[in-house]
């Protein structure tokens, strides 16, 4: 399938499956059912370099995870702001049209789990003479149950290796998805696509004027930034946002759907994680340093403490550094009304958790109180910080792994495990990791202000 190109969507936020997943460090960008993110899981899929369109957080996680897995992607393009599947869609047509006008495009989030990776791949074979053939394809999947929670897509006249899209139907309730069930015409609504960046485009102006014109504005006006793209942030923010099936795939008459079975879950919820992972013999999925006494058919999640449970039934427990979510299994649905409230109130579990995430590593905070911070700080091999300065603490730093290259001031040194330095206040200073190992180390701040908007940075290789 070398004429298929992947671009995968990774701007969701994924607040169902919070604390775990949050703004800043989504699902697709977590291990939750395997060694394996889902986001390299959704890049491994074909094997063949991707586009990948995401937001200027995620940015440096994403190079390094597809990095991780061998994968040298075809782009990387930073959108200012998430404005839905539609205009994403539209810029990775535009760029791929000016190389090829006859590409077909296969759009995949990149947060669904696919067990069975063949039958995918026999699917998207069977799509590629319907796409070749003037058809926007769609992959319908199999349903096991009326499930309320994903859109559906109506079968029509049979069409090659697929059918026709009599409509698609949005979220019904639980009777129409038992009729839909039991009539055999429907599969739910997988977002994965396959596409004629040609036909594409032609459809989306006829059905959603002036995007595409917006979204090749957004590219001409953009610039490259290291091995990023970087969409015009005005341009693209003037954008509605819209996701592809509305503006598209639901009024389109040239739709296709083929059928597949492939063990797939958007993992939209803690349920759905549950039924997707390996239980105990008491229905229990246990992660972690979890004790489970008399408990049945829960997920059980712990990132940090012993978490320990008696008597309890259909819940859901995880438990961060940071935050415990404790939520009956049949409402986790309802988990995102948690995150919406954290907002109302300004706090930062909303959308982030104790550990930042930087291109040349992350850093975790320990400790904080008034007048000082605890940071455990891991820089990857080869990687080093910005020269920069705080005006208002001094830091000490203690190396507990690695080698460190240190500049403080006029001069630079090394150090090794169990070695200290001291960087005054004001002063510019660097941290290397020089090394084949990460280097980790405790910095404790202190100072009438430790937050992190006081930095001045000086130099900076990737650009901030």
Known sequence: MSSVIPVILSGG?????WPLSRELMPKQLLKLTGERTLLQETALRLGHPPVVVCNHEHRFIV???????????????????????????????????????????????SDHLIVDTEAFRRAVEAAVPLAQGGRLVTFGIQPTGPNTGYGYIKAGRPLGDGF?????????????????????????????????????????????????????????KGRSDLFFFRLDDETF???????????????STQVAV???????????????????????????VIKGDVLAIDSSDCYLRSHDHLVATVGVHDLVVIATDDAV?????????????????????????????SRGWRPWGWFQTIEQGERFKVKHIHVDPGAKLSLQKHWHRSEHWVVVR???????????????????????????????????????????????????????????????
């Open 13 to 17: 936020a994924g607040t169902r499956l």
């Open 63 to 109: 190079a390094e995870q597809l990095r991780e897995v061998g994968l040298e992607p075809r782009a990387v393009v930073i959108e200012p702001v998430g404005r839905n599947t539609a205009p994403a869609a539209a810029v990775a047509a535009l760029m791929l049209a000016d190389a090829d006008p006859d590409a077909l495009m296969l759009l995949m989030p």
């Open 164 to 220: 026709e899209v009599e409509r698609f139907v949005e979220k019904p309730d639980l009777a129409t998805a038992q009729s839909y069930l039991a009539s055999g015409e429907y599969t739910w609504n997988s977002g994965i696509f396959l596409l004629p960046v040609g036909l594409f485009l032609s459809e989306l102006e006829t059905h959603a004027p002036g995007m595409a014109d917006t979204c090749r504005a957004a590219l001409a």
């Open 237 to 251: 923010a003037g954008l509605k946002g819209q996701s592809i099936d509305y503006a598209v795939m639901e009024h």
């Open 258 to 284: 083929v059928p597949v079975d492939m063990g797939w879950s958007d993992i939209g919820s803690w349920s759905a994680l549950w039924q997707e992972s390996t239980r105990d013999a008491s229905g229990n």
């Open 325 to 353: 979510l404790v939520a009956d299994k049949s409402r986790d649905q309802e988990v995102k009304a948690v995150v919406e409230a954290l907002k109302r109130e300004g706090r930062p579990e909303a959308t982030q958790g």
């Open 402 to 464: 690695g080698t460190a290259v240190v500049t403080c001031g006029d001069t630079s040194f090394v150090l090794r495990e169990n070695e200290s330095t001291f960087i005054p206040a004001g002063t510019p200073h660097r941290l290397e990791n020089p090394g084949k190992v990460p280097l980790r180390l405790i910095e404790v701040q202190s100072g009438e202000y430790v937050g992190e908007d006081d930095i001045v940075r000086l130099e900076d290789a990737y650009g901030r």
